[in-house]
Every structure is written in C-alpha cells, then in structure tokens.
C-alpha cells in the first residue's frame, strides 16, 4: 500500500487527484486489478466526478450546505464540526477504479477528488491495487 498527503487550504475544498494516484498505479507491482482509493478521515472523503469545470465542485458545497446547516447537531457541542461529519459520511471515503495495463479506467469526464470539509488540514490519502 502507498500512501500521500495533501495539505488542504480552505474549509471546502475539492482536489484533483488523479496524477497522484495514476502515478502510484503507473510503478506499481499489479498491472490489472482494483485500485482502491481511501481517506483515513473522519471530515473528508473521496469522491469521483468531472474536473474540466470547477463550478462542480463548487455546485457540490453548495448543495451539501442545502442539504445540511451547521451548527445545530449534537456533535456541534463537542467540537462544532458536525456537518463536516455527516457531509464525508455521505460522500462517503473511498472509491474503488478498474486499472488495465497500469492505467485507471477513468471516463473522460471523471477525476478522482480529495473532498476537505473542515480544512485546512493535511490529509493523508492511502492508495492500494489488488
Ligand atoms: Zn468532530
């Protein structure tokens, strides 16, 4: 297993991290299998959607905002992050992609993404091919 970090610099945020993650498949021992991509975090998460528009990613904090307010859950009494939990636990911390000839199997449209939700923060990112 491999692993990186990214240091994220706002309190939303979405990074691209296809290159990092075809570059771990790219020099790995396994040129066909599952790749399996997870954030060890319990306010961030990885997701896989379209990055030629960054108006997607900001479209997905403004609907997760929508969806749910801070500031009035249980959790918020504890450390005041509350919708950052339930934001990641929806969007959910890893994903998993079919590699071919040490390549992932993306669609032309889609990108793998760091999710930060209470940021800043350095996230780790564990990358493993199966
Ligand atoms: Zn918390």
């Not at 990092?20 to 599952?34: D, L, N, S, Y």
């Not at 975090?41 to 904090?61: F, K, M, S």
């Amino acid at each position: 297993m491999e692993e990186f970090s990214v240091r994220t610099t706002r309190k939303f945020q979405v990074i691209d991290i296809t290159a990092k993650v075809q570059e771990i498949v790219k020099r790995g021992a396994t040129p066909e299998g599952i790749c399996c991509v997870f954030a060890p975090h319990a306010t961030a998460a990885v997701t896989i959607n379209e990055n030629a528009d960054p108006n997607i990613g900001e479209d997905l904090q403004e609907a997760l905002a929508k969806l749910i307010p801070e500031g009035i859950w249980r959790h918020d009494r504890i450390d005041d992050n509350a919708a950052a939990h339930i934001k990641a636990a929806i969007v959910g911390p890893s994903e998993t992609v079919p590699v071919k000839e040490r390549k992932l199997m993306l669609g032309t449209w889609q990108s793998l993404m760091l999710v930060e939700f209470d940021g800043p923060r350095e996230r780790k990112v564990f990358v493993q091919i199966r």
